[in-house]
């Protein structure tokens, strides 16, 4: 697109947020995004955080170079899961502090590639994670890539507890990890309460979502 303001109205129109959800999510007062949606605002101060809670990349919406990372790979389903799909191996049920319960009673399968050949995913309830993560959307997770510092973890704890956090760093056999929702405090636990950190790739839509029993039977 030629203008942020075009660019902008794009990303905005498929992200699916209101004004409020997107002033909420950027720190903003909602006349600040009112400007935004009417086109009357031609560049914008906090474009990092405008970009994270749009899902799309901060350099395409600033300056309109490179992809913008609304387009998601599609895979055509007839009656068999295509080669890589990621399974959906159940649903992760938010509770307090970024912990959740596993329900894995849901299954069936994303129209999303991996090359990650044991990538599996979980379908996000509850708003613990809002605006990165919004209630029934899903996180892909590839466990056989190492994640670094910064990246979005999937941390499973010895006690069988779950969270999807931030890394911040292993040091000292200890992991730092900040919380998505700013609202919740960084926390440190040591390494040897850690049974697995994995990374998060990828946030997918609920549209993407296959039910398999619905599709075959």
């Given at each position: 697109?030629n203008?942020?303001?075009?660019?902008?109205?794009?990303?905005?129109?498929?992200?699916g947020?209101?004004?409020?959800?997107?002033?909420r999510?950027?720190?903003?007062?909602?006349?600040?995004?009112?400007k935004?949606?009417a086109?009357?605002?031609?560049s914008?101060?906090k474009i990092?955080?405008?970009?994270?809670?749009l899902?799309?990349?901060?350099?395409?919406?600033?300056?309109?170079?490179?992809?913008?990372?609304?387009?998601v790979?599609q895979?055509?389903f007839?009656?068999?899961?295509k080669?890589?799909?990621v399974?959906v191996?159940?649903?992760?049920?938010?509770g307090?502090?970024?912990a959740f319960?596993?329900?894995?009673?849901?299954?069936?399968?994303?129209?999303?590639?991996?090359d990650?050949p044991?990538?599996?995913?979980?379908?996000v309830?509850?708003?613990?994670?809002?605006?990165?993560i919004?209630s029934g959307?899903?996180?892909?997770?590839e466990?056989e890539?190492?994640?670094?510092s910064g990246?979005?973890?999937?941390?499973?704890?010895?006690?069988?507890r779950?969270m999807?956090?931030?890394?911040?760093?292993l040091?000292n056999r200890e992991?730092r990890?900040?919380?998505?929702?700013?609202d919740h405090?960084p926390i440190?636990?040591?390494s040897?309460l850690?049974?697995k950190?994995?990374?998060?790739?990828a946030?997918v839509k609920?549209?993407?979502?296959i039910?398999?029993n619905?599709?075959t039977?």
């Amino acid at each position: 697109m030629n203008t942020f303001n075009d660019r902008f109205k794009i990303a905005f129109n498929k992200s699916g947020l209101s004004q409020h959800d997107l002033a909420r999510a950027v720190n903003v007062s909602q006349p600040a995004i009112r400007k935004l949606v009417a086109g009357d605002t031609k560049s914008f101060r906090k474009i990092s955080e405008l970009a994270q809670a749009l899902k799309v990349n901060v350099e395409w919406l600033s300056s309109g170079q490179g992809d913008s990372g609304l387009d998601v790979p599609q895979f055509e389903f007839m009656g068999a899961v295509k080669s890589r799909a990621v399974k959906v191996k159940g649903e992760a049920v938010m509770g307090a502090n970024g912990a959740f319960e596993m329900d894995e009673s849901l299954s069936g399968y994303l129209k999303f590639y991996s090359d990650d050949p044991v990538a599996f995913s979980l379908r996000v309830k509850g708003d613990s994670m809002f605006p990165r993560i919004n209630s029934g959307e899903f996180v892909v997770i590839e466990p056989e890539l190492v994640p670094a510092s910064g990246d979005e973890v999937f941390v499973k704890l010895k006690d069988g507890r779950y969270m999807i956090k931030k890394l911040e760093y292993l040091r000292n056999r200890e992991y730092r990890f900040t919380s998505i929702n700013q609202d919740h405090p960084p926390i440190t636990i040591s390494s040897e309460l850690v049974d697995k950190v994995m990374y998060v790739s990828a946030i997918v839509k609920s549209s993407r979502y296959i039910d398999v029993n619905s599709v075959t039977n």
